[in-house]
């Protein structure tokens, strides 16, 4: 249940959870080349000359599927740490993470289910292996597909029924739209890189005043390569496929926020805020600080503060700029008439958020990631406005993935035109490349210039232990029923034992973690004698309910 306090006061708590869709590929392997990406990207000459995909995505995702955790059987699986895992339109194998209370809790929720998925990749790769088919199956935690397709990463959020959403919206689109200076994963853009640095666009009115767009020393001073990369960069891959402030339609019309109402809880008292259109990010303090925005602007909002003097009058403009632009100095509007730009509006947000944080203390939900608003969500303003990402070029994902393209662009500055840009592409992909052996997330990671929010500890506890939310109670559930060989029925909200079958035992609350009735449902599985159950090949062990 969401708890706040009254206006003006302190917050309160909530749920949240985070839904991924991933990318699948079955790529060929060249005799030798075995782990080759993930000491460096292959040449382009190579690439270029490689065989076609071995299977197409969708019988690429089936295949993967057919890898998932031992005792279900089908696609569809709640999971004893709490998460679902389970195969969504598109042929997108999609993790959802368990009910969580605590920006720690999600972060770790979220890479335990990453894990999770690339262990499955492996076991496909070593049955492909077997058979004898050179060829790898690749797990990517990115937007879009060279088809053009986009997946996404999806944010949900308890509010209470009491909140007007209508009321809320201007504050939350305008919020949303502007998040990517912060919070985007940057994208490589198509064409040629220029061999002149562009012309420097006029300067943007911000709240104090002119000020000059020209590049300072900083990130510039690797030269003229910087400012040339500017004009194939954006920050935003997810961006552009956004139309709607608001949608109930996740795909036809994809919009910052879904309205489908489906609290998956007591409807009486809790709506759910689905949020659609973050970018998939990789390294953990961007997830984190995505959240913790996020979750700090309900608060003040649950508490009545005023922020109309953000909201912009053409948010979707902004945030469809912010796809195109390298450091977020677009114009953006209010209903009042300022011109600011996307930056000037998240440091106001952002300093706004804080100020609760030094009035009101932190919250329970930021115990121990404060600090991602207090220090980072500055350094990421100064990083934009002096263009100089070395001081955040490890905890935020464009400027991370900024950083690595440029030591493979000083690597080959002989190349350009299409072939520049396949080498771009590739480091692209090879970001979002779950593999431990061929992604450059997982190579980052072990040579310390990535950095985590949550110790290796808090990731290895959440690929099997569930928060201390209602997801404690169906992962144990669903443990003894995978232990017992049980068939069980699961949603986000609700417990059953099919045979023999029991009524349903409703759980409303996402954040009770503990219910008499659904203690006793697990110790009665946990009980089961062989000759009391009978398998029910329609429902099986999968877990059953509508997708989160």
Not at 76 to 83: A, K
């Amino acid at each position: 249940m969401s708890r706040t306090g009254e206006p003006g006061g302190a917050p309160g708590s909530r749920a949240t959870g985070l839904e991924t869709e991933f990318g699948v590929v079955c790529a060929p392997v060249r005799a030798g080349a075995t782990g080759q990406a993930g000491r460096r990207v292959a040449p382009v000459q190579e690439a270029q000359s490689a065989p076609p995909q071995t299977m197409g995505p969708q019988e690429a995702a089936a295949f993967l599927m057919r890898h998932r955790p031992e005792g279900y059987r089908s696609d569809n699986l709640f999971l004893p740490n709490g998460g679902r895992l389970y195969l969504d339109v598109g042929s997108h194998p999609e993790y959802a993470t368990a009910e969580c209370a605590t920006v720690r809790d999600l972060v770790a929720q979220d890479q335990a289910g990453r894990e999770l998925i690339a262990a499955m990749a492996q076991r496909a790769t070593t049955t492909l292996a077997r058979r004898g088919t050179p060829a790898r199956i690749h797990v990517l935690a990115n937007n879009t597909d060279s088809a053009g397709h986009t997946y996404g990463c999806h944010e949900n959020y308890s509010v209470p029924r009491s909140l007007d959403m209508d009321a809320v919206l201007p504050v939350l689109a305008s919020f949303l739209a502007t998040r990517p200076v912060l919070v985007g994963t940057g994208v490589p853009l198509a064409g040629a890189v220029r061999a002149e640095p562009r012309t420097r666009p006029g300067p943007v009115t911000g709240q104090d005043g002119p000020r000059s767009q020209e590049a300072p020393r900083g990130e510039a001073g690797h030269g003229s390569l910087s400012e040339v990369e500017d004009d194939c960069w954006g920050l935003s891959p997810r961006a552009p496929y956004l139309r709607a402030l608001a949608s109930a339609d996740t795909t036809g019309q994809r919009a910052l926020v879904n309205t489908r109402d489906q609290p998956h809880a007591d409807r009486e008292r809790l709506r759910r805020l689905h949020v659609t259109c973050a970018d998939t990010t990789m390294a953990e303090p961007t997830a984190g600080l995505r959240c913790a925005l996020t979750l700090m602007l309900l608060d003040a909002l649950e508490a009545g503060e005023d922020f109309s003097d953000l909201v912009l009058a053409e948010p979707l403009a902004v945030l469809g700029s912010l796809g195109t632009s390298a450091w977020g100095e677009v114009e953006a509007r209010t209903l009042e008439g300022r011109r600011l730009s996307a930056i000037d509006v998240q440091e106001a947000f952002a300093e706004r958020l804080t100020r609760r944080l030094d009035t009101w203390g932190v919250p329970p939900a930021l115990e121990g990631a404060d600090h991602l608003l207090r220090d980072l969500a500055p350094r990421v303003v100064t990083a934009l406005r002096t263009r100089d990402t070395s001081g955040i070029d490890t905890e935020i994902d464009w400027a991370v993935k900024r950083r690595v393209m440029r030591a493979h662009r000083e690597r080959h500055p002989d190349l350009s035109g299409e072939v520049l840009s396949v080498l771009r592409t590739r480091v692209d992909l090879a970001y979002h490349d779950l593999d431990a052996g061929t992604g450059l997330t997982a190579r980052l990671l072990r040579q310390g210039a990535l950095a985590r929010l949550c110790d290796p500890e808090e990731t290895a506890r959440a690929r099997t232990q569930p928060p201390p939310t209602r997801a404690a109670l169906r992962g144990e559930f669903v443990r003894a029923c995978l232990a017992r060989g049980a068939d069980f029925s699961v949603t986000w909200e609700s417990l059953r034992l099919d045979s023999p079958p029991t009524t349903p035992v409703d759980l409303p609350d996402p954040l009770v973690s503990r219910d008499e009735a659904a203690r006793a449902l697990t110790e009665r599985v946990r009980g089961l004698l062989h000759h009391e159950m009978r398998h029910i090949d329609l429902v099986g062990r999968s877990g059953l309910g509508v997708p989160g």
